[in-house]
């Protein structure tokens, strides 16, 4: 028996049970699956590679020579297939975004981008560029490192660009600012726009609203910094986060210029252009403060959206943000598009996955379309 080669297939064959199947319970379990989940299910070309390495050695070495040998060979089969739906599922990903957007905004508004495929099946987990610069650990409040910002922004500093400012997720108990959504930044930093990435004060030292405050904070820094990297907040400032920081993107787009969030700088302007909600926890926030659900928020004058879910989201499932797409349409004058992603888990923000640089490349028609709106008015 080939034990190596064995383990390399019930591994495989393990992951593509968590990615394909979203477990729930129990914890032990779900936070296994979940962590596997987490990068598989975005790069299932890595397991490819090495079940088809491992495969090839296991024969030319002579290690397949028993029943049970072929046994494995045979599960291993079953593990590569299971790779490809995951991976199909990842490849839809396109069209699935096309119509969300061509249905919420108008026809045409998908412009259909190619993909890195470069990128996606050799450096999926690579998220830097060379032609932007971050720039770490700004302050904008008086809360130590749970205040501190990156700007990235592109080293030749084009002038006129719109801002992204980005909340982490993490349960409002974790996380900082230089782990999500971060192909989304570079991206959009690469092609003028100057992105902020923000740590805020978590919980249970700082429970609603400080995270609410900061992402105020954040805002107004924005508004009257982004000018030293080549933004002009005139052209747009768009509000994201991942997870818990959805949540928060969609608080601040929904309570613009709130003084009682804005304690001691209630004059400044922490207004959005558009907000986009990335696998975002939708519902009242952990106290059961019905303010602390954006779904109670909602307003005629709201900024457009963009909410993105994963289908097999294992934390968040997809009633929580439909709850909030259905409550703007019912009020909002603004659009919303929804985006219900084929085979989505959790964070699937973190890489450079067919799944994620398609929605970047939505995001990117959906930015447009709303810049273009606010010209035209």
């Keep these: 028996m080939a034990v190596g080669y064995l383990v390399t297939v019930v591994l495989?064959?393990?992951?593509?049970?968590?990615?394909?199947?979203?477990?729930?319970?129990?914890?032990p379990l779900f936070y296994f699956s979940y962590r596997l989940g987490l990068v598989f299910n975005e790069m299932p070309f890595l397991v490819l590679y090495a079940l088809a390495a491992s495969t090839a050695l296991a024969f030319f070495e002579g290690d397949i020579a028993t029943a049970a040998d072929r046994v494995a060979v045979g599960a291993a089969g079953v593990a590569a297939a299971g790779l490809v739906v995951v991976a199909l599922r990842g490849i839809r990903?396109?069209?699935?975004?096309?119509?969300?957007?061509?249905?919420?905004?108008?026809?045409?508004?998908?412009?259909?981008?190619?993909?890195?495929?470069?990128?996606?099946?050799?450096?999926?987990?690579?998220?830097r560029r060379g032609d932007v610069r971050r720039v770490r650990d700004l302050s904008y409040g008086d809360a130590g490192r749970r205040n501190l910002l990156?700007?990235?922004?592109?080293?030749?500093?084009?002038?006129g660009g719109s801002v992204l400012i980005h909340?982490?997720?993490g349960h409002y108990d974790q996380g900082r600012k230089d782990t999500q959504s971060l192909p989304l930044l570079y991206r959009l930093a690469s092609q003028g726009w100057v992105c902020v990435s923000a740590n805020y004060r978590?919980?249970?030292?700082?429970?609603?609203?400080?995270?609410?405050?900061?992402?105020?904070?954040?805002?107004?820094?924005?508004?009257?910094?982004?000018?030293?990297?080549?933004?002009?907040?005139?052209?747009?400032?768009?509000?994201?986060?991942?997870?818990?920081?959805?949540?928060?993107?969609?608080?601040?787009?929904?309570?613009?210029?709130?003084?009682?969030?804005?304690?001691?700088?209630?004059?400044?302007?922490t207004s959005v252009t558009a907000a986009i909600v990335l696998n975002g926890f939708l519902a009242?926030?952990?106290?059961?403060?019905?303010?602390?659900?954006?779904?109670?928020?909602?307003?005629?004058?709201?900024?457009?959206?963009?909410?993105a879910h994963g289908d097999l989201d294992e934390l968040v499932e997809t009633d929580n943000?439909?709850?909030?797409?259905?409550?703007?349409?019912?009020?909002?004058?603004?659009?919303?598009?929804?985006?219900?992603?084929?085979g989505g888990h959790h964070a699937f923000d973190l890489y450079h996955s067919f799944r994620f640089e398609a929605l970047i490349n939505g995001i990117e028609d959906f930015a447009a379309w709303v810049k273009a709106g606010r010209k035209a008015g």
Excluded at 238 to 251: K, N
Excluded at 288 to 302: E, F, K, M, Q
Excluded at 329 to 336: E, F, H, N, T
């Design 150 to 159: 990156d700007v990235y922004h592109h080293r030749s500093r084009p002038e």
């Design 167 to 169: 909340f982490h997720g």
């Design 12 to 27: 495989a064959v393990v992951i593509v049970v968590f990615c394909l199947v979203p477990v729930r319970g129990p914890k």
């Design 284 to 307: 009242e926030y952990f106290d059961g403060d019905p303010a602390t659900s954006p779904v109670n928020l909602v307003r005629a004058d709201a900024p457009p959206f963009l909410i």
């Design 93 to 127: 990903t396109p069209s699935v975004v096309g119509n969300a957007l061509d249905e919420a905004l108008g026809a045409g508004t998908w412009t259909g981008r190619r993909l890195p495929l470069a990128r996606i099946l050799l450096r999926p987990f690579l998220r």
């Design 321 to 342: 943000p439909k709850a909030l797409v259905t409550a703007l349409r019912s009020v909002s004058a603004s659009p919303v598009v929804y985006v219900e992603l084929p």
């Design 202 to 269: 978590l919980r249970p030292d700082f429970p609603h609203p400080a995270h609410l405050i900061d992402a105020k904070k954040v805002i107004a820094w924005a508004r009257a910094h982004a000018h030293e990297y080549g933004a002009d907040p005139a052209a747009g400032v768009f509000v994201s986060g991942s997870s818990a920081g959805g949540h928060m993107a969609a608080l601040a787009a929904l309570t613009p210029d709130d003084p009682s969030y804005q304690p001691g700088f209630e004059e400044a302007d």
